[in-house]
């Protein structure tokens, strides 16, 4: 299978290999990669139905024309706020959008999702939560959230999100210093080498 990591000329393979550690759990796979599809049964429904070829910067331009397609957007969150009314829960969110090609790699670095450095400004969205603790780990400030949902309005330069599904993902899993790319087709830069361990790395990137 062709990704955008293809068109590196430098997708080293590590030599090391030790058991690889998914975002939960050790489900036994062999140094490689595949492509990302959802974390749970639920979330993989949400995946199959949504664009991902839809990106912030088209829904600022044009938000009549998207607020019918339903997305998937990766970002951290930059701010959370908890809210109650009449008994229900909620969390606004504020996340910063960074490109991701929905790989999952397994190797020898701790980490398994390799977002960009880059994305495609602010988007908002509110969902629907519970205020136990896990959640209020999770859902903090640092972590990777995808959202899927319907753009709703552009306000100030943030586009908001109807929350229909959110994953939440903690920072440990994530890195954003060994690929730099942007949407498919353009140029794709390898930085770094992941290293054994987290965050870490065996060596820089040769130029390309």
Not at 70 to 89: L, R
Not at 155 to 172: M, Q
Request: charged share 25%.
């Amino acid at each position: 299978m062709t990704t955008r990591r293809d068109q590196s000329s430098s997708r080293l393979i590590p030599i090391l290999i030790i058991c690889c550690i998914m975002l939960s759990g050790c489900p036994g796979l062999v140094p490689g990669s595949k492509m990302y599809s959802g974390l749970s049964a639920v979330e993989q429904e949400h995946f199959k139905k949504a664009s991902r070829d839809i990106y912030p910067n088209d829904v600022r331009k044009s938000i009549q024309q998207f607020q019918s397609n339903k997305v998937a957007w990766p970002g951290f969150i930059t701010k959370s706020e908890w809210m109650e009314k009449d008994g229900a829960f909620a969390t606004k969110f504020q996340i910063e959008h960074h490109y991701y090609d929905w790989i999952l790699d397994y190797s020898i670095q701790k980490e398994k999702i390799f977002l960009s450095p880059r994305g495609e400004g602010t988007f908002a969205t509110v969902c629907t939560s519970r205020p136990d603790q896990e959640a209020k780990v999770t859902t903090a400030p640092g972590n990777l959230l995808i959202v899927y949902g319907m753009p709703e309005k552009v306000e100030g330069g943030i586009v908001f999100l109807t929350c229909d599904y959110a994953s939440f993902i903690k920072r440990e899993w994530v890195r954003t210093d060994v690929f730099d790319y942007g949407r498919p087709g353009e140029p794709v830069k390898a930085l770094n080498i992941p290293g054994p361990g987290a965050g870490t790395i065996l060596r820089k990137a040769p130029p390309q």
